[in-house]
């Protein structure tokens, strides 16, 4: 096989692959707006979305490393405040 045949043949798959990757990563993207379980940022508000049937505690972490600890009802969204203070929050245990 010529050389020239050789670029040919490999630009032409990495083209595809690269087409492949794009739609694939487009397809995958929510059409729904509905919020997620568990930490998340809306506009300039941070809340935690508990999706379970049971009181749990969060672990609510500042941009200033200190954090704090919430019990989070069952089947609940909290506000947790501004997003440019909180900068995660995760489950711990049970409440």
Do not use: K
């Not at 798959?13 to 492949?20: D, E, I, K, Q, V």
């Not at 694939?24 to 940022?41: D, I, K, L, R, V």
């Not at 941009?63 to 203070?85: A, H, I, K, M, Q």
Request: hydrophobic share 35%; net charge negative.
């Amino acid at each position: 096989m010529a050389l020239r045949e050789i670029f040919a043949t490999t630009f032409v798959s990495l083209a595809f692959a690269g087409t492949a990757l794009t739609t694939t990563a487009t397809a995958a993207t929510p059409q729904s707006a509905a919020a997620p379980c568990g930490f998340y940022e809306s506009g300039s508000s941070a809340y935690y979305r508990h999706c379970g049937n049971t009181t749990v505690q969060i672990r609510v972490d500042y941009w200033n490393n200190t954090s704090g600890y919430e019990c989070v009802g069952p089947n609940s969204t909290t506000f947790l405040g501004r997003s440019v203070d909180v900068d995660y929050a995760v489950y711990q245990r049970l409440c």
